[in-house]
């Protein structure tokens, strides 16, 4: 009778850990990279053939309308960072783009949700097309200024590159909302995200 009894402990138990092991394969993971890999890329080549295309086609002082006045595009260069701060500080900028590098990198080697292979992937994508111009475009490598060209309602200017950060960043908000972490799991669980309702039940149980 014991024996029969400790049975579905026994199941319940290996039920509630198989999750976080299968998983977290070698396999699962390289997937992982490569679909952050492949969201860097694609936010990092957007952003710089719209740049090329801007520099191109616009004019600088002579909006083009998209959405009225309230979407337009206006090419300007951006020495600072959002809204044009810190325009005397392009080193210090181009400095924190660097440490925001090793920051995903370091990041990216616990990766184990795909919400994060997409966050992580927006941001590197979009840290890499800003970084760029602060090392190859005018004046000079490493005060190179920002080409910002999409101007919204008046109040600022951006890019493509600013886009997928601020994608990012949201998503990186609604996963710490849930609870999820870089490594798929959530803390006062012990569940991997997207282990599905099988994995509540056995939580529960």
Do not use: C
């Amino acid at each position: 009778m014991q024996d029969e009894a400790g049975a579905p402990l026994t199941a319940a138990d290996a039920s509630t850990s198989t999750p976080d092991t299968t998983l977290d394969t070698p396999r699962d993971r390289r997937g992982l990279f490569l679909l952050l890999a492949t969201v860097a890329v694609v936010a990092y080549v957007g952003d710089q053939v719209t740049k090329v295309v801007a520099l191109r086609q616009l004019t600088p002082g002579e909006p083009v309308d998209v959405v009225g006045e309230f979407i337009r595009l206006n090419l300007i260069r951006n020495a600072g960072a959002a809204f044009s701060i810190a325009n005397s500080a392009t080193w210090v900028l181009t400095l924190i783009a660097f440490g925001v590098l090793v920051f995903i990198l370091r990041t990216a080697r616990r990766i184990g949700s795909r919400g994060w292979a997409w966050a992580l992937g927006m941001l590197l994508g979009g840290s890499l097309g800003n970084l760029t111009d602060r090392m190859l475009r005018e004046p000079a490598p490493g005060r190179g200024h920002v080409v910002d060209f999409i101007d919204y309602f008046g109040l600022f200017i951006g890019n493509v590159a600013d886009i997928a950060i601020v994608s990012a960043a949201v998503l990186i908000g609604l996963l710490a909302l849930r609870g999820v972490g870089v490594d798929g799991k959530r803390p006062h669980h012990g569940r991997h995200e997207g282990s599905g309702a099988g994995t509540d039940g056995a939580d529960h149980g």
